[in-house]
């Protein structure tokens, strides 16, 4: 067989695709023109493979895809967003995903790690953090630390914090992990996997033993499953047969604040030993590329074989958006293609067209592919600059940016740098790794981050159409919004850089709310040269942000030119021309029109102080340099704490989430990872385009009109009740009113999802509108509230105050937050077919009510209806009530078609849909002694419920009750009212109003110290709590360890030598400021409502042995499925791995609580334990008589014996209940308590900020397990930060519709956000006797997001330090 001889040109089309995915070769032909790549993972099982937003800026979805580069002579391994991939794009490209690399029974090194260092929670993001790590791996097997943190740019988690997967990570460091050794974060040396024996701490005392006596004491410390925990042994690993030394773990920690708290950090010990145990990392094992793709590529393959060829393909499917599907492979073969179809949309990396398709329904009949153009990827330099091919990504871009820096040297290639800065954190890797040059500029984008760059640099593009080429300036490009130059059929080939010359300088500053992968706020690209007398002879500066498109500021440049550079007279001339131009009006596109215009200055400011420094020009300003440039964000690094078990076999041992290594290899399944079941369909939502209106009327017949689409249901089609919720006020489908906009009016029902949605959107509804309270604000002047109210006086505050030395009067808000949960709201429901019987499977906290409203909708007893739930992919308390809604809509849908019908929210529409956090609205006035002393508090406090009561007045009580958050307020007066809003009904999150509460608090309490000029940690350590002292909802505090948790915190984090240096810093730096904030926080654990304080359990033991547990809490990455294990496994004295718990499932657990307000371990761990406890009573007599048998053999026997080996348990809360009338009665059955302290640094130009170190002690009683509290505190901590933050939730004020509906434009935490240094410490040896819980633990879920808020609290310290140096007074 001879190579193929075609060339490209005179290829005929093809209309099929190949690929090969996780090594299989795939055909596709014909494949569907609006199918992703994720999408047909999905449809083919692979559904490892997560949809987390479908705009790539999440990462669940990511995959790797590799190809041989033509250009390079290599393979490129790239991670990619398979939700963005056209399916077609991957034609002659490898895919692997998670499933490629292992099972949970065979896990690759990545998953392996990542499972077993407690990485994945509630693993719904985990396979697309694997697949990030995976493929920097096959890059670079040895990739530095930093590296590997910058490979997660792409990567969102909701539940760990990043800590625990960046510590997986970066044992794949080349300083980490050299023929198997491990070198851990400082606090502990791994040993040689050779050297056996040690339980991982260097100089282990076993290591000093003989080889008889360490095999006598035995070396199995660690057991490589991850249901097993770390064994820790009464006095150390030697088992107290110590070296002349002592045991290694059983050394005094001098720096505890708890006396004799004995042993060294067993979470360091068991991280070791854990990191001992790993398989060595051996690329050579991994997936190799198939050969026969490289030859295909080359266009070598044989006649007999397949061949590249170019496509064109057509779709068969009526109603499908893309028609024609084109893929040319010369750029001849593009311009005729383009002469054709003059109307095509080229598409590359789909970043943006993929966006505009699933976000906008723009709809593109004519598509062409152009990233297979080898003309178009050319890179060539001359002496006069560097012409970059217009088609490659930018991730090439990125590295030929280094290249030709390093080959030309720094000041020739000042521009290449800039560019290079701005890639940095453009966007995240797996957007780099596709999106192209061409792209970026064609989209014409007012907020890219290049075009600036480009457009300062004074670049210049190259133009092709089948009439010849043609160079435009880039300043000449830009016509409008998304409006250029280019004419019909026109392509952009290449990007002509030039290179810096003596005198000139170029830099590039980007503003965004989140530093990595985050669109601009605005961006810039600031140039001058200027001559050997320093006068200014160009200068170009171009802003994107603040116009319509990409603008060149030219009244600056010309108060530049001809100007001295250095002289401050040009400065403050070029300052006012660049306010005066780009002013922007209130209400432009976007918002923050002061802001984004006091940045335009502040930029041009940072530009002429580092530019002036570059010349080495003497000015005031230039001395300022080295604080306004950019700073290369050093490498996180962490601390976890805690004390070994000594008196329990498995509770309280750090066992990794059980499902872990399910997570991390694709295998576990999530509501709509389920297969499809035959004729199943899915609803599409209607949603109103109208704040607040009465429905005239609703048309379907366009949408039934579609083939496919089989019924519209709408609130006439309810069998049942149509009202919900614990009020009763609120519709499953509205009769006559819509409420928000967003809301569903009605259910679409079609074969498929996309069907369904695009017939959802041609329905068409008549309104009437109505007026709108969109704000607190508006509902508090409008008296718009509902009707409850909450109170709690004690003393007489009108006295307090007239005793006081200051009272204040303020007022304090805070916004609301998005749950973020990475899996979207879904629901299957399946209909049995007899007697009204329903199986719903949703993704919700609360199945009993799930099952509950859909046996009121449909009309049925609730006999006849179970729901489910395996896990969720996250939860937070956005699952806790409104999952009810959804899991309504399928059994609506499923009861009127008979067929299993499925429903899976998009990002966009799970967040309009859905409710958020609470804002909160406060005013105070506060009585306090000249020390600080808090005399008396009068505060009012408004909550946006929303439309629908929900959950709010819940919410509503706990803010109330947690106004004094840790302090002494002998006098109170309290009260809370809920408004009533044309809003999404906001609902349950994490912390449930909670910290709210302390926010509006503490804020008062940074104001009051302010007026007195005292610090405010003073101020908050004045009024702590002490123990026995009485709250505002007169409970006693008996279990009250704050006090000595400040003290030792503040202590062992070196809080007063810190302030010094904090203080030492600002007094030398202008205008980074440093900040330093010190917190407390008390949350009250229990239900407000009385009757939801109980728990249930079914425990089965089967014949063999193994225990089946069956409780009423739901999994959604919290751990709790592994701490009821442990209970049941520490109660029947039985091997962790004996015990297996399936789902939850109402028919096994009746009447149960939601898992919400941090009880669940509390009430369904007593219920297990209950449980467990009477079968082993049962069991004993046998095991007695059994000595030395297996516990099968028991089962067995007992059985045959009609042993009953099931047993039920039931816990509820003693002493519980709260009269808000009276002020009497248990709110709260005990208090989980925290301090951290946060340092941070900001940028007082612009407003960026960095988190330094945070230190955080929590009291959790006796942990039920340490390293998933230790996750829960991380994980809360950086909501907390993010709520605090970088989180803002936006309507659009003139009509209520929801600005922001996803990643692209709602920014939580990235990796690279959470404290570069960040210390989590469980408090030691406190006294529990006075808990009543499940083995002395406490709930820990929701308590520490408040400390997020220590972040806040810092930047207002570091903002305060910026006043008191411009003599700004008050803050």
């Known amino acids: ?94 895919v692997i995903t998670v499933e490629g690399l292992g099972t949970s029974a065979r896990p690759h090194p990545v998953q392996e790690r990542i499972a077993l260092l407690h990485g994945s929670q509630c693993g ?197 958006w893309c028609k024609r599907y084109l893929r040319p492979l010369t750029l001849s073969g593009l311009l005729a293609a383009l002469e054709q179809y003059p109307d095509a949309k080229l598409v590359a990396g789909n970043s943006e067209v993929g966006v505009e398709i699933k976000l906008k329904r723009s709809k593109f009949s004519t598509q062409i592919y152009v990233s297979d153009i080898p003309e178009m990827r050319q890179i060539s330099d001359t002496p006069s600059g560097v012409t970059f091919g217009a088609n490659i990504t930018l991730a090439r871009f990125e590295q030929a940016l280094d290249h030709y820096g390093a080959e030309y040297g720094a000041q020739r290639t000042q521009s290449l740098a800039a560019l290079r800065e701005n890639l940095r954190y453009f966007a995240g890797n797996q957007i780099r790794n596709v999106a192209t040059i061409a792209g970026n500029i064609v989209t014409a984008s007012p907020i890219s981050d290049l075009n600036p760059v480009f457009l300062a640099a004074g670049a210049t593009l190259t133009l092709a159409s089948a009439s010849g080429e043609r160079c435009v300036p880039m300043a000449e490009f830009f016509l409008g919004y998304r409006r250029t130059a280019m004419q019909n059929g026109e392509v952009l080939v290449s990007v002509t850089v030039p290179f810096n010359v003596e005198g000139e300088v170029i830099r590039a500053f980007k503003q965004a709310k989140r530093k990595d992968d985050d669109i601009a706020i605005v961006t810039c ?34 108060a530049a030119v001809g100007g001295t550079w250095g002289d401050r007279s040009v400065l403050d001339r070029i300052l006012g021309a660049c306010q005066q131009e780009l002013q922007l009006d209130y209400a432009v596109p976007g918002g923050m029109a002061e802001y984004r215009t006091a940045l335009t200055t502040s930029f041009l400011f940072k530009f002429w102080a580092v530019s002036c ?101 709408t609130a006439r089609d309810v069998p049942g009740e149509n009202h919900w919720n614990i009020f009763k006020d609120e519709e499953i489908l509205p009769t006559d009113t819509v409420h928000y906009y967003g809301q569903p009016l009605a259910l679409v029902l079609a074969t498929t999802q996309k069907l369904a949605q695009d017939a959802a959107r041609l329905v068409s509804i008549s309104y009437e509108d109505l007026p709108a309270v969109l704000s607190i604000r508006d509902a508090v002047a409008k008296s718009s509230f509902y009707d409850e109210t909450r109170q709690l006086i004690n003393g007489d505050v009108d006295a307090a105050l007239a005793a006081a030395d200051l ?230 505090l008996n279990d009250w360890n704050v006090p000595l948790m400040w003290d030792q915190l503040k202590a062992k984090a070196q809080y007063d030598e810190r302030r010094q240096a904090v203080d030492e810093f600002n007094k030398h730096s202008t205008h980074r400021k440093r900040g330093l904030a010190m917190l407390p926080t008390k949350f009250g654990i229990s239900f407000g409502v009385k009757h939801l304080n109980q728990g249930m359990a079914l425990v089965h033991v089967y014949m063999d042995g193994s225990v089946l547990v069956a409780h009423g809490g739901t999994e959604m990455g919290q751990g709790l499925h592994t701490k009821m294990a442990m209970v049941a496994a520490e109660t029947l004295e039985l091997p962790l791995e004996s015990i297996f718990i399936s789902e939850t499932a109402t028919n096994t657990a009746a009447n149960t609580s939601p898992t919400a307000a941090s009880a669940s371990s509390d009430l369904n761990g007593f219920a297990v334990y209950n449980a467990c406890k009477e079968l082993a009573d049962r069991l004993r007599p046998y095991r007695e008589r059994m000595v030395g048998e297996s516990f099968a053999k028991i089962a067995k026997t007992a059985y045959l014996d009609r042993c009953n080996l099931t047993a039920a348990g039931h816990y509820c809360t003693p002493d519980i209940g709260f009269n808000w009338a009276k002020n009497e009665g248990l709110l709260y059955f005990y208090f989980t308590q925290g301090v951290a302290i946060a340092e941070v640094e900001l940028d007082t130009l612009t407003g960026a900020h960095s988190t330094l170190r945070v230190d955080i002690i ?63 410490e469980l408090l030691e040896g406190a006294d529990t006797s006075v808990l009543k819980t499940i083995f002395s633990s406490k709930g820990v879920g929701e308590p520490p997001l408040f400390l997020g808020a220590s972040v806040f609290f810092a930047l207002r310290d570091a903002v305060l330090a910026k006043r008191r140096q411009e003599g700004v007074c008050a803050p």
């Open 124 to 320: 719904f993001c985990t396979p697309g953090f694997v697949m990030s790590l995976y493929t920097l791996l096959r890059n670079n097997p040895n990739p530095t630390e930093h590296e590997i943190e910058e490979c997660f740019d792409g990567n969102l988690c909701r539940c760990t914090g990043y800590r625990p997967i960046l510590d997986a990570a970066k044992t794949f460091a080349d300083m980490a992990w050299k023929q198997g050794t491990v070198a851990a974060d400082g606090s502990a040396h791994i040993t040689e996997p050779k050297t056996k024996g040690g339980c991982g701490i260097d100089g282990c005392c076993r290591l000093q033993k003989s080889p008889d006596a360490e095999v006598a004491n035995g070396s199995s410390a660690i057991v490589h499953d991850p249901t097993k925990a770390p064994t820790s042994i009464a006095g150390g690993c030697c088992k107290g047969l110590e070296s002349d030394s002592g045991c290694c773990k059983s050394q005094k920690r001098h720096d505890s604040g708890v006396a004799e708290c004995k042993a060294v950090n067993q979470a360091e010990a068991d991280k070791a030993a854990v990191i001992s145990k790993f398989q060595r990392y051996d690329p050579t094992q991994d997936l190799i590329f198939p050969p026969f793709l490289i030859r295909y590529a080359k266009r070598t393959t044989s006649d007999s074989e397949p061949q590249l060829r170019p496509l064109d393909i057509t779709s068969t499917d009526p109603q499908s």
């Open 525 to 558: 690209g600031l140039r001058v040269r200027v001559d050997e007398d320093q006068r200014v002879v160009d200068a170009a500066f171009a802003y994107g942000g603040v116009a319509p498109t990409t603008v060149l500021a030219h009244a600056a440049a010309k």
């Open 807 to 1036: 009272v204040l009067d303020g007022e304090s808000y805070c916004g609301a937050q998005e749950h973020f949960y990475l899996e979207t709201m879904g629901a299957v429901a399946v209909p049995k077919g007899e007697d009204g019987e329903m199986d719903v499977f949703a993704s919700t906290q609360n199945p009993t009510e799930a099952q509950m409203v859909v046996a009121e909708v449909l009309g049925v007893p609730a006999s006849r209806v179970v729901c489910r739930v395996k896990r969720m992919g996250g939860g937070f308390g956005g699952k806790e009530s409104r999952s009810v809604l959804i899991a309504a809509f399928a059994a609506l849908g499923a009861h009127h078609t008979g067929r299993s019908v499925r429903i899976a929210l998009d990002r966009d529409e799970d967040m309009q849909v859905s409710g958020q956090r609470h804002p909160f609205y406060g005013t105070w006035t506060v009585g306090v002694t000249k020390e600080g002393r808090i005399l008396g508090l009068r505060a009012r406090v408004y909550s946006n419920g929303g439309f629908s009561h929900d959950l709010s007045i819940g919410v509503l009580e706990r803010a109330v009750s947690h106004l004094d958050n840790c302090y002494r307020m002998p006098a109170t007066d309290f009260v809370g009212r809920v408004c009533r809003t044309n809003t999404q009904s906001n609902t349950a999150f994490r912390s449930f109003g909670g910290c709210q509460g302390m926010f509006l608090s503490e804020s008062m309490l940074c104001e009051v110290a302010d007026r007195l000029n005292l610090s405010v940690e003073a101020v908050r350590e004045i009024n702590l709590y002490q123990p026995g002292d009485v709250t505002p909802f007169s409970q006693p």
């Open 1258 to 1320: 929590m009291d959790v009683g006796r942990s039920l397990n340490k390293a998933i509290d230790i996750g829960q505190i991380e994980g809360a901590f950086a909501q907390g930060q993010g709520w605090t933050t970088t989180e803002e939730f936006l309507y659009f004020p003139s009509t209520g519709r929801l600005f922001t509906t996803g990643p692209g434009n709602y920014k939580i935490p990235s990796a690279m956000d959470i404290p570069r240094d960040f210390r989590v």
């Open 613 to 713: 420094s570059a010349l080495r020009i003497a000015c005031a300003e230039s001395l300022l340099a080295h604080e306004l440039d950019d700073e290369e964000r050093v490498v996180s690094k962490a601390r976890q704490e805690y004390a070994p078990v000594e008196d329990r076999a498995i509770v309280g041992k750090g066992v990794a989430h059980l499902a872990a290594l399910k997570q991390v290899t694709g295998e576990a399944r999530y509501v709509d990872d389920m297969p499809a079941l035959a004729g199943e369909l899915h609803v599409g939502l209607v949603l109103s385009t109208r704040a607040h209106a009465r429905i005239l009327s609703i048309d379907a017949e366009p949408a039934l009109a579609l083939s496919g689409v089989v019924r519209v249901l």
């Open 1 to 94: 067989m001879s190579p193929s001889s075609s060339s490209s040109s005179d290829a005929l089309p093809g209309s099929s695709i190949l690929f090969y995915l996780n090594g299989q070769r795939v055909v596709v032909d014909r494949p569907d023109l609006d199918m992703t790549l994720l999408q047909y993972l999905r449809s083919t099982g692979l559904t490892g493979t997560k949809l987390g937003c479908g705009e790539g800026g999440c990462g669940a979805c990511t995959v790797m895809i590799s190809r041989y580069d033509i250009d390079e002579s290599r393979i490129i391994h790239a991670s990619v967003n398979a939700c963005l991939c056209p399916l077609a794009t991957v034609d002659g490209k490898h």
